[in-house]
C-alpha cells in the first residue's frame, strides 16, 4: 500500500533552515508529481508547493517564493524540501502528498516551530 513518511521537522529560531524528508513507497514514485502542505493550527492545509515527475519543473505558493526548494531523488524514492529564512509564520505540521487521480495520499506530517 502507498505510504509516505515525513521527517525532519523540529524546533529552529527565525532566519534558521530546516529540510524535511518524505520516503514514499508502495508506488511507482517516478511516475508521479509530489507535493508539500502545511497546516498551521487552526487554519486549513495550503499548498506550499509540487514538483514534477522527472523534477524538471517546480511551483511554489507565493509566502515561500525564494525561500523554499523541493526536490526529489527518484532512485531513492524520496522527495524533500529544503526551508531557508524561516519565519514564525511558517510554523505548521508539514505534509507530504500524493495524488492519483481522485485519490489523495497523506503522511503523518512533521511539525515545524519557528520561534526564538
Known amino acids: 500500500q502507498v505510504q509516505l513518511v515525513e521527517s525532519g521537522g523540529g524546533l529552529v529560531q527565525p532566519g534558521g533552515s530546516l529540510r524535511l524528508s518524505c520516503a514514499a513507497s508502495?508506488?511507482?514514485?517516478?511516475?508521479?508529481?509530489m507535493s508539500w502542505y502545511r497546516q498551521a493550527l487552526g487554519k486549513d492545509r495550503e499548498l506550499v508547493a509540487t514538483?514534477?515527475?522527472?523534477?524538471?519543473?517546480?511551483n511554489y505558493a507565493d509566502s515561500v517564493k525564494g525561500r523554499f526548494t523541493i526536490s526529489r531523488d527518484n532512485a531513492k524514492n524520496t522527495l524533500y524540501l529544503q526551508m531557508n529564512s524561516l519565519k514564525p509564520e511558517d510554523t505548521a505540521v508539514y505534509y507530504c502528498?500524493?495524488?492519483?487521480?481522485?485519490?489523495?495520499?497523506w503522511g503523518q506530517g512533521t511539525p515545524v516551530t519557528v520561534s526564538s
Open positions: 514538483i514534477t515527475s522527472t523534477g524538471d519543473s517546480t
Open positions: 502528498n500524493a495524488k492519483f487521480g481522485e485519490l489523495n495520499y
Open positions: 508502495g508506488f511507482t514514485f517516478s511516475s508521479y508529481s
